[in-house]
């Protein structure tokens, strides 16, 4: 695949910019995290971010309740690709018996290697309910349930970690609490979206809040938000002081950005721009894992098709083309489409650190329980999850 160096850039590799990760017992040698993505960071596409480069591949976020009551749901996306050495899930819960057991499960039925939660998805449905970036709020139900997942954890020498965000609006922020209750659970590092629960996915993330906690616990802290590109994520680590960094939405359609952020970490300035030609083997690789993941050629096609928007993104390709290929059912079809794009197209270099995925606008407000800002320390108006509920954060 094309990369680009600058002329200025070192010949071989410079000294590492940050040191491997360490998650309790777990080293991350590369300190980037891929984001959990409901509906994308699947088996497949761990994969194949994980043949670009380096890092901590998390599956797409579970429910603790779906998993402890047998969802069929849920089971079925606790699938692991047999390349993945470390296995990683991200579980959502509100209750901790449920977290705690869930945790367990993950452990010693999946063999899971590392346990992240979930207090950062700020959807509606999600945060109703008390959940996702509600749930700081209230600082003894956090703490309870961190509680419940670090004991499970430590009787295997599993890390858990945790993802927040800064609050629920900038009136009530709760970072700082989350990091000193995590730290007292013994929660091995913290990430922290630099986004409000009623920013959504809007505006510019706040990484002067990332720097801020950096400076107000011991242990390590990941920058979430606006890493679009490998000096983006260079530029985040520098201002904040942050141990790592979290991808989420810079990645999509974009896999090779784990090579790019693999060598900026190791020292070295590349930035990787495919031609079109590239980007629709990559593109065809990725519908090969997907079907291959559910041994199902019509599955993996049908999950294919919400990336290939993110794949053409800024390349001269026409809508008829377009639609073609979003409505792809087989791998066979696949191919005819592709050998229709201009092999020789050029990377769109204005794409180049320009957001990705969902924005939006920020919410008039958040949904919550009734009651639930009056009180920071109680653990009622928690609304029970549903058993296959997915979220995003």
């Known amino acids: 695949m094309t990369t680009y160096a600058p002329e200025d850039a070192p010949a071989t590799?410079?000294?590492?910019?940050?040191?491997?990760?360490?998650?309790?017992?777990?080293e991350v040698a590369t300190p980037v995290v891929l984001a959990p993505m409901a509906g994308v960071t699947n088996a497949a596409f761990r994969r194949l971010c994980g043949e670009q480069g380096a890092g901590l591949y998390v599956c797409e976020m579970?429910?603790?309740?779906?998993?402890?009551?047998?969802?069929?749901?849920?089971?079925?996306?606790?699938?692991?690709?047999?390349?993945?050495?470390?296995?990683?899930?991200?579980?959502?819960?509100?209750?901790?018996?449920?977290?705690?057991?869930?945790?367990?499960?993950?452990?010693?039925?999946?063999?899971?290697?590392?346990?992240?939660?979930?207090?950062?998805?700020?959807?509606?449905?999600?945060?109703?309910?008390?959940?996702?970036?509600?749930l700081p709020w209230k600082r003894r139900l956090l703490a309870e349930i961190l509680e419940a997942a670090v004991t499970a954890g430590e009787r295997h020498g599993v890390p858990v970690t945790m993802k927040t965000r800064k609050?629920?609006?900038?009136?009530?922020?709760?970072?700082?609490?989350?990091g000193r209750i995590a730290q007292e659970?013994?929660?091995?590092?913290?990430?922290?979206?630099?986004?409000?629960?009623?920013?959504?996915?809007?505006?510019?993330?706040?990484?002067?809040?990332?720097?801020?906690?950096?400076?107000?616990?011991?242990?390590?802290?990941?920058?979430?938000?606006?890493?679009?590109?490998?000096?983006?994520?260079?530029?985040?680590?520098?201002?904040?002081?942050?141990?790592?960094?979290?991808?989420?939405?810079?990645?999509?359609?974009?896999?090779?950005?784990?090579?790019?952020?693999?060598?900026?970490?190791?020292?070295?300035?590349?930035?990787?721009?495919?031609?079109?030609?590239?980007?629709?083997?990559?593109?065809?690789?990725?519908?090969?894992?997907?079907?291959?993941q559910q041994q199902s050629e019509e599955w993996g096609c049908k999950e294919f098709r919400k990336h290939v928007a993110w794949y053409l993104k800024g390349f001269p390709v026409g809508g008829d083309l377009r639609r073609a290929l979003a409505l792809v059912s087989g791998l066979d079809e696949l191919d005819a489409l592709l050998a229709q794009l201009d092999p020789a197209a050029p990377f769109p270099v204005l794409e180049l650190g320009t957001p990705r995925g969902r924005q939006g606008s920020p919410r008039k407000g958040v949904a919550l329980p009734e009651g639930w800002l009056e009180d920071t320390d109680g653990t009622l108006c928690v609304v029970r999850e549903d058993a296959g509920e997915t979220t995003g954060g």
Not at 167 to 178: K, M, Q
């Open 13 to 26: 590799a410079a000294a590492p910019v940050l040191p491997p990760l360490r998650l309790g017992s777990l």
């Open 62 to 134: 579970i429910t603790s309740r779906g998993l402890v009551e047998g969802d069929e749901t849920t089971t079925r996306m606790l699938v692991f690709d047999e390349a993945e050495e470390v296995r990683s899930v991200q579980l959502y819960g509100t209750d901790p018996a449920y977290v705690g057991k869930a945790t367990e499960i993950l452990i010693s039925e999946h063999g899971v290697a590392h346990v992240d939660l979930n207090f950062g998805c700020p959807v509606p449905k999600v945060t109703r309910k008390g959940g996702g970036a509600a």
């Open 167 to 178: 609050g629920i609006d900038e009136d009530h922020l709760t970072y700082r609490d989350a």
């Open 185 to 292: 659970a013994g929660v091995a590092a913290i990430a922290l979206h630099g986004r409000t629960a009623v920013q959504g996915y809007s505006g510019t993330a706040d990484w002067d809040a990332i720097g801020d906690l950096v400076q107000h616990v011991d242990i390590p802290v990941l920058g979430n938000g606006d890493v679009w590109e490998a000096s983006d994520a260079l530029r985040m680590v520098e201002q904040t002081g942050a141990a790592g960094v979290v991808v989420g939405r810079g990645c999509l359609g974009r896999p090779w950005l784990f090579r790019d952020l693999a060598d900026a970490f190791a020292g070295r300035s590349t930035t990787t721009l495919p031609t079109l030609g590239e980007v629709a083997v990559m593109m065809r690789r990725h519908a090969e894992l997907l079907a291959g």
